[in-house]
Structures are given as C-alpha cells and as structure tokens.
C-alpha cells in the first residue's frame, strides 16, 4: 500500500509539472516521474524521522498508556517499503486461525527481514515486538517503535526482563497492541531452530491470552538476493494454543509445543 501512496504522489506531481511547463517530451515526462517518485520515498523516510523528533522521549523502561498511531502506521508502512525493495515476495497461509482477541505471537527467527514481514503483511493484526535493548536504542527507529509498542528485554538482567514480561502483559490486557516474541532471543545462522527460551511465554500466562505459533521460511535468503531478483518468504500459522491451554501448561511445555510444531513443518518443508 505504501508504493501505491508512493506512485500516487509522484505522478500528481509529474502532472503539475507538465501543466506548468509549456510542452515536455515523453522522455522528459519519465523523467520528471522518476524524479518524483524518489522525491516522494525521501519525503516518507522524512516523515518517519521528523516524527520521532517530535514524539516525547520515554525513560529507560518505561511504558505507554496509550499505542501513538501514527508511529504504528509509519512502522508497518517502513516494513512494507523495506521488503518491497529488498524483493521480497510473502506468502501467507494459516490466517483463518489467528484469533479476534488480543494474542501473543510466536515464531522462528532467520532474519532481520522477519519482524519486517510480520508487521507489514499482517499489519491488520498490530502486533508490536519484544526486541533485544540495542536495536531500541537506535535513533529514530527506537524512538517510534517504542511509541508503537516495542519493548526491549534485557536477557541478561533478570529483574529488567521480568520487568518487560510484565509490562507486555499489560499491554495485551489493556488492548495496547498485540506482543510479538521470537524464543529464540537470537537469529538462527545456520536455520536450525535454537533452544526457546520458556520465560518469554509468561507474557501470555500473566495475560490470559491465546498463543500464535507460526513459522517463517525464506528471509534467511534475502540478504543474499537484495536488489538483484525476488526472494519468496513464507510465513505459516500453524496453530492457535487457546487460553485455557496456556493457563494448564508449564512454561516449558508451551516452548516445547511451540518449538515442535515450528520444527515439524521445517522438517515438512525443508527436509
């Protein structure tokens, strides 16, 4: 959606151009186009960091009371902006399962381009990720996504860690945003699936919410074709853990449960 606004604006302006200018040629007026189609990408990138600026700054550690929309539309739409010129191409399945309710989502982490795909291609379902401290304490993008419901979780720091489990549980039983977790802590080098960390999965115990579990295949393998051709990325759901089920199971067994069924299908689909 956001290259359709992109395209949109670029040939709004490539037709004032050509109102205004006494006769262009064809080439000139591709020209003109090319030209406003970069303006308008460098205007967006603008926008994202103008916005962080304006935005008040949040204490180490400190929560939303509220979700600041803005900053949400503008991560999904930075998402959806940074897959489409790294040529990634989503294919979803599984989506008839994800629950109305608030969630906690679950998955296997290959790839920066991950949390890319999950908040641009299932941006209807607002879901905010618990990321390690250094990638919110980055300018511009910390500021915003922290103001979208980003929250960092220091893995090396009991008390800060159990800090942000409570707090994106909160976020889940206010309605805040949904919470987006990778187990693992860490992406994969080689694809095979780490060990889960259990911990993570209090979020939904503390919270009384279902557990999304799917799995991603293919952003391992965009880095390497960036720019060159398109790159398939598939991101499964694979099963809903109903509340109820989350509430009777241990921490364990739900990382056991999820890492199985995100295994089963690797093994399902890559052998």
Known sequence: MIFLYLWLLALAAT???AALASSLSVWSLLGVLALSFLAANLLFVLTFTVNSMLLPKLAPGEGIEKQHSFSRWICASAARWLCGY?????HLSGLEQMPEGPFLFVCNHRSMFDP???MGYLDKYNISFVSKPSNLALPVIGITGRRAGFLS??????REALKTILMAADYLKRGVCNIGIYPEGTRSRTGQLLPFHAGSFKIAQKAGVPVVVACSRGTEKV???FFFWKTPVYLDILEVIDADRVKAMSTNDLAGEAKRLIQARLDE???
């Open 223 to 225: 880095k390497k074709c």
């Open 86 to 90: 790294a040529g990634v191409r989503v």
């Open 116 to 118: 890319a795909v999950v």
């Open 15 to 17: 037709g004032v151009w």
């Open 153 to 158: 979780l220091d893995r090396e720091n009991n």
């Open 269 to 271: 689909t890559e052998g």
